[in-house]
C-alpha cells in the first residue's frame, strides 16, 4: 500500500507561481510512473503531468511550458512547478503514484 501526502496549494494571482509536493511511503518499490491530475467541480479528473523512472515527462497542452515536474529520488516526492497561473488553473490537484491518488490539493487562482 502507497501513502501519500501533498502539500503546497493555495490561493495566489493570475501570472503567480506555486509548487506542489507529493511524498510517498510504503510499498513504492518498483512504481514508474507519477504524475499530477486536476479536477473542477462537475467534471472528470484530467491529466496535468506525468513522469516516468527514466525522468520522461508527459504534460497537457494547455499546462506546457509553464508547468514543470520533477521527482527527487532520495526523498521519495514529486514535485510539479507551476508558473504563469491563470484562473482556468484552478483545480483540486492530485498526485498518482502508481495506482494510488493522493488526498488532493486546492490551487485556487484569482483574477
Known amino acids: 500500500q502507497v501513502q501519500l501526502v501533498e502539500s503546497g496549494g493555495g490561493l495566489v494571482q493570475a501570472g503567480g507561481s506555486l509548487r506542489l509536493s507529493c511524498a510517498a511511503s510504503?510499498?513504492?518499490?518498483?512504481?514508474?510512473?507519477m504524475g499530477w491530475y486536476r479536477q473542477t467541480p462537475g467534471k472528470q479528473r484530467t491529466l496535468v503531468a506525468l513522469i516516468r523512472s527514466g525522468g520522461a515527462t508527459t504534460y497537457a497542452d494547455s499546462v506546457k511550458g509553464r508547468f514543470t515536474i520533477s521527482r527527487d529520488n532520495t526523498k521519495n516526492t514529486v514535485y510539479l512547478q507551476m508558473n504563469s497561473l491563470k484562473p482556468e488553473d484552478t483545480a483540486v490537484y492530485y498526485c498518482l503514484w502508481g495506482g494510488s491518488w493522493g488526498q488532493g490539493t486546492q490551487v485556487t487562482v484569482s483574477s
Open positions: 510504503g510499498s513504492i518499490f518498483g512504481i514508474n510512473l
